[in-house]
């Protein structure tokens, strides 16, 4: 898959604080890519260098692998980083009619298609400022959404929301990049939400990008085990290599074994070991989430 977006070493400062520091992120066309970080981390920074609303320190954005002059992207951005930009006062159609007009847009049929994939169709004349918070939202990446762009990037769109607010957002994001085609930069952290949908990630700590993977690596790395307590542990791990053919296994001190695969089958790793006779004192199957992934990653809490 080509890269629609890359940065490289890009920087910014403000006095001697570094807010971004070489940070590198790729992000192939397609993706639905997760900016992970804690508040402060330099997600917001990176975002609006890329929708050229600050300028860089050092460093270079690149757009399909040209060098991107500031200002001046060669491809189509759509970006919700701070300013809503909502007229309060007019409903959702008149809001997005506007900027179109703005833009010089009038591809017949599209704001409707706009208002359907953002569930805003049957609001009528209710006015922006009478929406709550979700619908606020969804009208504010609808008008992100009016240039069509190739590149959409949400800065924490579903921060303050409700649950239900933030699966309508996260179904909505995976219908525009599925159906739009856009590309999506998304910031948040609110990791096990991004789990959900993005397929790329990159987690960023004091302006530093520590790292990019795949939802794939994700699902690799992510490591469950099973954890067995015994004070006949030697017995169990024969059992285990014997019985279930495992090899990935592991003792902790003299009465614990961490049993690193095989973790869909802890059913039939307790029947056997029930029916060989053998003595369990604990017994737990443990998932690390994406959260728990990530505070390894840091070293630390995600706020
Ligand atoms: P949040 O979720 O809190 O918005 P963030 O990850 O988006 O966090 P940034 O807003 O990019 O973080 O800020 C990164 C660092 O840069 C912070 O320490 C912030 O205080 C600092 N910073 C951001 N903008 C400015 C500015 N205009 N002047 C001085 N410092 C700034």
């Given at each position: 898959m080509s890269e629609l977006l890359s940065t490289s070493k890009l920087s910014?400062?403000?006095?001697?604080?570094?807010?971004?520091?070489?940070?590198?992120?790729?992000?192939?066309?397609?993706?639905?890519?997760?900016?992970?970080?804690?508040?402060?981390?330099?997600?917001?920074?990176?975002?609006?260098?890329?929708?050229?609303?600050?300028?860089?320190?050092?460093?270079?954005?690149?757009?399909?692998?040209?060098?991107?002059?500031?200002?001046?992207?060669?491809?189509?951005?759509?970006?919700?980083?701070?300013?809503?930009?909502?007229?309060?006062?007019?409903?959702?159609?008149?809001?997005?009619?506007?900027?179109?007009?703005?833009?010089?847009?009038?591809?017949?049929?599209?704001?409707?298609?706009?208002?359907?994939?953002?569930?805003?169709?049957?609001?009528?004349?209710?006015k922006a400022k009478q929406f709550s918070l979700g619908m606020k939202q969804r009208l504010s990446i609808a008008l992100a959404l009016v240039d069509d762009p190739e590149l959409l990037i949400l800065d924490e769109p579903i921060n303050g929301m409700d649950p239900q607010g933030i699966k309508d957002i996260r179904e909505m994001l995976v219908k525009i990049n599925r159906e739009m085609g856009a590309t999506i930069l998304i910031s948040s952290h609110i990791l096990d939400e991004l789990a959900k949908f993005a397929t790329r990630y990159g987690i960023i700590k004091d302006g530093k990008v520590l790292r990019e993977f795949t939802r794939e690596q994700l699902e690799q790395e992510n490591r469950s085990d099973i954890r067995i307590e015994s004070p006949q542990i030697e017995q169990i791990e024969a059992a285990l290599r014997e019985g279930m053919a495992f090899t990935r296994m592991q003792r902790q001190g003299d009465n614990t074994l961490l049993v690193q695969e095989g973790v869909e089958r802890h059913e039939q790793v307790s029947r056997l070991l029930f029916d060989k006779g053998l003595y369990v004192s604990q017994f737990y199957v443990r998932h690390e989430s994406l959260e728990d992934y990530f505070m390894g990653l840091t070293g630390g809490t995600v706020q």
């Open positions: 910014k400062r403000y006095g001697k604080k570094f807010a971004l520091h070489d940070a590198d992120i790729h992000i192939p066309q397609g993706e639905i890519y997760g900016l992970i970080g804690r508040n402060g981390a330099g997600k917001t920074t990176l975002l609006k260098l890329i929708n050229s609303q600050i300028t860089a320190t050092s460093g270079e954005i690149h757009l399909k692998g040209q060098k991107m002059r500031f200002g001046v992207p060669t491809i189509r951005i759509g970006a919700l980083v701070e300013s809503p930009g909502l007229y309060p006062d007019c409903s959702a159609r008149e809001n997005l009619v506007y900027k179109a007009i703005a833009l010089g847009h009038n591809k017949p049929g599209y704001i409707d298609r706009l208002l359907s994939i953002v569930e805003l169709s049957d609001t009528g004349k209710k």
